[in-house]
């Protein structure tokens, strides 16, 4: 297995492959198949994300893939963002379309030709709905599983509302919820209000949610979007208001997708495997029975465990394989269950447990009557994870009061005046980008290059 920390790149690839979340052996490139036990991850993922979005009252939805042409060229800012990117389907059989049909790279254009539609009155407002499916853009950058592929698997959500102070609230609900979900997948980020230039096409500001990761970038793991009125105006969304006026609404968007696996991955995976945290561990426990005298009663006191732990709803699994013990242990570390249980015929004859901890060389003993405080083992597990993740992210990102220390291989935080003059400075001698401002950091400083007025900001390498 490749060093994760001498060669993060490799270890990545490799990881994916032997933990088996995915195969890039397909004949597209960028198109990966989801394998079994990464497909169970993400849409553990998927359901921690829609059940905060229910709990705001957003419906779920579900709209065609295909766009066309018009529906996307309504807005042409918005377009220009993509005009590069855009997958076209050209003919229906043997016939040239009337009409070229974009495959959605975002549902901007699909969903706010309906809104119209459905939006009439203030009562109808806010009016908040999401999806999770695949959107497709043409990468052609150097593809690597969940960080830059061509089929993403995508969540986003879209709301409407009847003033801009109502969605500026819309977008403090979206921090709301990324710092649930954020707090589930123990990740650490930085809030960063990207540059004008570098915000959503078509959109007033973009705020993202960047995470450091190992190979010296950062990764944009989620964003959020305030429109204003900017694509009302131009998909002509309107209600009337209680005065019987005609009023433009006022949206935002909210964008994640499979990086926050890649963050997952590539944060807290170790040299033996994938850590995961429990919340979205496709296997919490697993159990490896190991063989000896009373073998049977072993698999039959192994099943009890199952069974109580299946009642408190833990996700739980017997490895039967015909493998030696040893590498069972190997392959679920792998694999990043949080927790072993080890039962042997010590374990049958004094009614207990041996339990490791994902995290943890040392192995614990524990009594029958102890799983009933599973969720405090797997807690454990958890703040280990938060613990190393937090050290690792506070480590990356450092702050530096003069440019002879922006090559430091790190994040950086600093100074900066907004210009894209000073920017492109930073950027010439370091490859770092602008990730904008930090979002909710009002201390004043000198920018770093110009030595006019800034504000703290972040500049990174980016994946
Ligand atoms: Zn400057």
Not at 110 to 132: C, E, G, N, V
Not at 388 to 407: G, P, Q, Y
Not at 443 to 449: A, F, Q, T
Request: proline share 3%; charged share 30%; with cysteine.
């Amino acid at each position: 297995m490749e060093n994760k920390k001498e060669n993060f790149s490799e270890w990545y690839n490799e990881i994916i492959d032997l933990s088996k979340l995915s195969d890039k052996r397909y004949a597209i490139k960028g198109m990966n198949i989801w394998l079994p036990y990464g497909l169970k991850l993400i849409h553990l993922i998927d359901d921690l994300i829609r059940n905060y979005s229910d709990e705001k009252n957003f419906n779920e939805v579900s709209f065609p893939v295909l766009i066309s042409r018009e529906q996307l060229e309504v807005e042409f800012e918005h377009v220009k963002g993509f005009e590069n990117e855009i997958y076209w389907v050209t003919k229906g059989g043997n016939d040239k379309l009337d009409i070229d049909l974009a495959l959605r790279p975002t549902s901007e254009s699909a969903m706010y030709t309906m809104f119209p539609l459905w939006i009439r009155s203030h009562t109808d407002l806010p009016f908040k709905i999401y999806q999770i499916v695949n959107v497709y853009r043409y990468e052609t950058k150097h593809t690597r599983s969940f960080i830059r592929v061509r089929e993403i698997h995508f969540y986003e959500a879209h709301t409407a509302h009847v003033n801009y102070d109502d969605s500026e609230k819309q977008m403090k609900e979206y921090l709301e919820i990324w710092k649930k979900l954020s707090d589930d997948l123990c990740i650490y980020y930085s809030l960063n209000t990207r540059p004008d230039w570098d915000k959503f096409p078509g959109a007033v500001y973009s705020i993202a949610f960047d995470t450091a990761m190992p190979g010296s970038r950062s990764l944009q793991v989620g964003t959020i979007h305030e429109y204003g009125e900017n694509f009302a105006k131009n998909y002509n969304i309107k209600y009337l208001d209680g005065n019987g006026n005609l009023n433009y609404v006022s949206q935002t968007t909210f964008g994640l997708s499979e990086r926050l696996l890649a963050a997952v991955i590539g944060i807290h995976g170790d040299n033996k495997g994938l850590i995961l945290p429990y919340k979205i561990a496709p296997v919490q426990v697993i159990i490896v029975p190991i063989p000896g005298e009373n073998y049977d009663k072993i698999m039959d006191y192994s099943y009890d465990i199952i069974n109580k732990l299946k009642a408190m709803n833990i996700r739980c699994d017997i490895d039967k394989r015909d493998f030696t013990p040893g590498y069972k242990f190997n392959d679920w570390e792998m694999k990043g269950a949080p927790l072993r249980f080890e039962i042997g015929g010590r374990e049958l004859s004094d009614h207990g447990i041996t339990l490791s901890l994902r995290t943890q060389k040392k192995k614990i003993k524990i009594n029958y009557d102890d799983l009933n405080n599973i969720y405090d083992y797997l807690n454990m597990v958890n703040n280990d994870i938060k613990n190393s993740s937090k050290k690792f992210f506070d480590e990356n990102l450092i702050f530096i009061d003069s440019l002879d220390k922006i090559n430091e291989d790190k994040m950086v935080k600093l100074y900066w005046c907004g210009s894209k003059e000073c920017s492109d400075k930073i950027e010439n001698i370091s490859e770092k980008a602008a990730l904008g401002n930090i979002y909710s950091e009002n201390s004043g400083g000198k920018c770093i290059v110009c030595g006019k007025d800034g504000r703290l900001s972040v500049f990174s390498r980016t994946y």
